[in-house]
C-alpha cells in the first residue's frame, strides 16, 4: 500500500484497506458502477538468507498470541508465544518453539507439562509480563491475572479465548530452539472476545469483545 493510497470509507488505522485509483468517468460511463482498478503488485524485494531478512520477512505473518504456562508454586514462569500451532486434532496435539536459552525451558522440560492459553485484545498487559518486558520473571509474570490449576498441573489463564492443558509428549532440539510436542489432556473454552495478535513488531486486536456485540445489538439491560 502506498501512503497516498485512500482508505475505505468508514475505516480507520493502518490496518484500513487501500482503495486503488479510480479511473476518471466519462459523460457515458457515469451511469455505469464504478470500475475499480486493481494495482499491479510490487514485486517483492529480494531476499537474502541471512537473519535480518528471515526476522523481516517473518514481521508480515500475523501471529494469534498465546501465553505458556509451565510450573508449579514458586517454580511457575512461562513465556508470550506466537509459534503455537495445531499439530493433530486426532489425538489434540499441539506444538511450539521455545527457546533453549530461556527460563521456561529447564523447568518445562522437568514438570513435563504446560497450559497453552489464547490471549483475548484486553490482555497485552498479561503478554508484555509473559515477554518480561519490563524484567518480570517466574512468579512474578503471574501477577494481576486470576489463574486455576489444569489437571496436569500447569496454570490457566481465567479469561483466555481457550485454554490448553497438555503433557509433554517430546521435545526436540534444534539450532537454537526446541519444538515442544504437547498431548492436549483438557480444553478450556472461553468467551467469543476480540483476539491479541502480533504482526509487523505489535500487537493488534481482530474482531469484537462480546460486551461491544451485545452493546451494538442492543441486548444489554440497562
Ligand atoms: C509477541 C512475542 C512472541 C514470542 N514468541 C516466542 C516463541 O514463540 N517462542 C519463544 O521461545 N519465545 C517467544 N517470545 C519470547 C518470550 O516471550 C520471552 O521473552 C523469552 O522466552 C525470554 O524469557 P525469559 O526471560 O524467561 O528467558 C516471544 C515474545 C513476544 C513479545
Do not use: Q
Given at each position: 500500500m502506498t501512503d497516498s493510497a485512500e482508505r475505505l470509507p468508514g475505516t480507520v488505522g493502518r490496518n484500513a484497506p487501500a482503495r486503488a485509483a479510480i479511473a476518471p468517468t466519462t459523460r457515458s460511463e457515469e451511469a455505469k458502477p464504478m470500475s475499480v482498478v486493481t494495482p499491479f503488485p510490487k514485486p517483492a524485494s529480494r531476499i537474502q538468507d541471512d537473519p535480518a531478512s528471515f526476522r523481516h520477512a517473518f514481521r508480515h505473518l500475523a501471529g494469534g498470541v498465546s501465553v505458556i504456562t509451565t510450573g508449579h508454586g514458586d517454580e511457575r514462569t512461562g513465556l508470550t508465544a506466537t509459534?503455537?500451532?495445531?499439530?493433530?486434532?486426532?489425538?489434540?496435539t499441539v506444538m511450539f518453539g521455545l527457546n533453549l536459552?530461556?527460563?521456561?525451558f529447564p523447568i518445562l522440560e522437568r514438570s513435563r507439562g504446560f497450559g497453552v492459553n489464547f490471549l483475548n485484545a484486553t490482555q497485552k498487559p498479561v503478554a508484555d509480563r509473559f515477554a518480561g518486558r519490563k524484567g518480570e520473571k517466574g512468579a512474578a509474570r503471574y501477577a494481576d491475572a486470576e489463574w486455576i490449576s489444569g489437571m496436569t498441573g500447569a496454570p490457566l489463564l481465567i479469561g483466555a479465548l481457550a485454554a490448553l492443558d497438555c503433557e509433554v509428549e517430546e521435545i526436540i532440539e534444534r539450532h537454537s530452539h526446541a519444538i515442544v510436542i504437547g498431548r492436549v489432556r483438557d480444553i478450556r473454552l472461553g468467551v467469543n472476545d476480540a483476539a491479541l495478535v502480533y504482526w509487523r513488531g505489535d500487537y493488534e486486536r481482530l474482531g469484537w469483545m462480546s460486551e461491544e456485540v451485545t452493546t451494538a445489538l442492543g441486548l444489554r439491560a440497562f
Open positions: 509459534s503455537v500451532a495445531s499439530l493433530s486434532a486426532e489425538p489434540p536459552s530461556s527460563s521456561s
